[in-house]
Nanobody
Framework: QVQLVESGGGLVQPGRSLHLSCAASGRDFSDWFMGWYRQAPGKERTRVAMMTSYGTTLYADPVRDRFTISRDMAKNTVSLQMNDLNLDDTAVYYC???????????WGQGTQVTVSA
C-alpha cells in the first residue's frame, strides 16, 4: 500500500522558517517526480516545488529564492525548507509523487502551515 506522510507543519511568525518532510512508502519512487503543492482556503491547489528523478528542480515564482526542495532517493523522502515565510504562504501543504509516463499520482494527507503575527 502506497503512503505519503507529511510532517513539519505548524504556526510561525512572518520571516521565520519551517522544514517540511514527506516519507513515501509502498514502492520505489526513485524514477518518479516528487514535490510539494499547497492549497489556501478558498483557492485551488497549486504546485510549490518539484524535483524530477534526475534532480532538476522547479519552483513556483512566489517561493523562488525562499524555498528549497530536496530528495533522498534511498530513503524515498522529499523535504521542503521554507525560509522568510510570509502571510501568503499560509496553506495546507501536500506531498506529491507522480509518474510522468503513466500520469499516476499519489498524495499525502497534507500538513497545515500557518504564518501569523
Amino acid at each position: 500500500q502506497v503512503q505519503l506522510v507529511e510532517s513539519g507543519g505548524g504556526l510561525v511568525q512572518p520571516g521565520r522558517s519551517l522544514h517540511l518532510s514527506c516519507a513515501a512508502s509502498g514502492r520505489d519512487f526513485s524514477d518518479w517526480f516528487m514535490g510539494w503543492y499547497r492549497q489556501a482556503p478558498g483557492k485551488e491547489r497549486t504546485r510549490v516545488a518539484m524535483m524530477t528523478s534526475y534532480g532538476t528542480t522547479l519552483y513556483a515564482d512566489p517561493v523562488r529564492d525562499r524555498f528549497t526542495i530536496s530528495r533522498d532517493m534511498a530513503k524515498n523522502t522529499v523535504s521542503l525548507q521554507m525560509n522568510d515565510l510570509n502571510l501568503d504562504d499560509t496553506a495546507v501543504y501536500y506531498c506529491s509523487a507522480k509518474d510522468p509516463p503513466s500520469s499516476q499520482e499519489y498524495w499525502g494527507q497534507g500538513t497545515q502551515v500557518t504564518v501569523s503575527a
